[in-house]
C-alpha cells in the first residue's frame, strides 16, 4: 500500500496525500452500501465532512453501525487531519509529522478491516488472514517469499536485522530458527548466545529459550524507528 510504504520511508506529506485518496474512496463505497448511490468517480466530493455527516444521519435499517457511523467519523477525522496539518500543501496549521503520519496510517488500517468484517463473504479465518496482512507493517527493506524473508540493506548488520525482522513480523515476533534462516548466520549456537542473548540483555527483544520464541519489545521498536528507519535507502 502506497499509503504504508510512504510512511515507512518518513515522507509525511505522502502520507496525507494518499490517505486523502483512501478516504475519498472509501466514502463512495459506504454511499453506494448504504444509500445505493455515490458521487462519481472523477467528480470532486462537495463538502467532504458533510458528506460524512449525511452517512451518520441514515436510518438503522441502512447498513450496520461500524459501516453508518463509525467509519465515517473516522474518515471525516483522517480527511481533516490531512487538511489541516500541512500534508502535502502549505495551507496546514502545523507541518506533517511522525505523529499525524502514523494516525492515518492505523486509521486506514480500520477502516479496510471494517469493511472486510461487515461486507466480506468469506469463511472467518479467511477473514482474519486478509485483516492481518492489513493491519501488519509493510518494510520495502524484507523482502518476503513464502516463509522466507531477506533483509535488503547489506550494512545492517545480523543484531540490526533481526530487530528489523521481528518489526516486520506479524505480532513483532519469530521463532530462533525462523531469524537464523532469515539473517543467513552461519552458526545457530552463536547467533542465539551472542545476538539474540545481547538483545535480551539489552531489553530490547524478549528471547524465550525454552520455547525458542523472539518477542520486539517496546525499547527495541523504538530502536528501529528511531535508528534503523531512517537509514533505509529512499526511492
Known amino acids: 500500500m502506497a499509503l504504508k510504504t510512504a510512511f515507512v520511508k518518513r515522507h509525511y506529506d505522502r502520507c496525507g496525500i494518499q490517505a486523502g485518496h483512501l478516504c475519498e474512496t472509501l466514502l463512495r463505497l459506504l454511499q453506494h452500501r448504504l444509500s445505493g448511490s455515490f458521487v462519481p468517480f472523477g467528480t470532486r466530493i462537495p463538502g467532504f465532512i458533510d458528506e460524512c455527516e449525511k452517512l451518520t444521519r441514515l436510518p438503522k435499517t441502512s447498513g450496520p453501525e461500524g459501516l453508518r457511523v463509525i467509519m465515517p467519523r473516522a474518515l471525516g477525522f483522517v480527511y481533516s487531519l490531512r487538511s489541516k496539518r500541512g500534508f502535502g500543501h502549505a495551507a496546514g496549521d502545523v507541518d506533517a509529522n511522525a505523529i499525524d503520519a502514523s494516525s492515518c496510517v492505523r486509521t486506514a488500517d480500520w477502516c479496510l478491516s471494517e469493511v472486510i468484517r461487515e461486507v466480506h463473504y ?18 520495502p527493506a524484507v523482502w ?3 516463509d522466507r524473508k531477506r533483509v535488503l540493506c547489506p550494512d545492517f548488520d545480523y543484531r540490526e536485522q533481526t530487530l528489523v525482522l521481528l518489526y516486520e513480523s506479524k505480532d513483532g515476533t519469530a521463532t530462533v530458527e525462523q531469524l537464523f534462516k532469515w539473517t543467513d548466520h552461519n552458526h545457530k549456537t552463536r ?7 545481547t ?3 539489552d531489553r530490547l527483544v524478549d528471547y524465550d529459550e525454552k520455547a525458542q520464541r523472539v518477542t520486539l519489545l517496546p525499547p527495541g521498536e523504538r530502536e528501529v524507528e528511531d535508528k534503523l528507519l531512517p537509514r533505509l535507502p529512499a526511492s
Open 122 to 139: 468469506l469463511p472467518i479465518e479467511e477473514a482474519q488472514a486478509i485483516l492481518d496482512v492489513i493491519s501488519a507493517r509493510q518494510l
Open 144 to 146: 518476503s517469499l513464502g
Open 191 to 197: 547467533y542465539s548466545r551472542s545476538i539474540l542473548g
Open 199 to 201: 538483545l535480551h540483555d
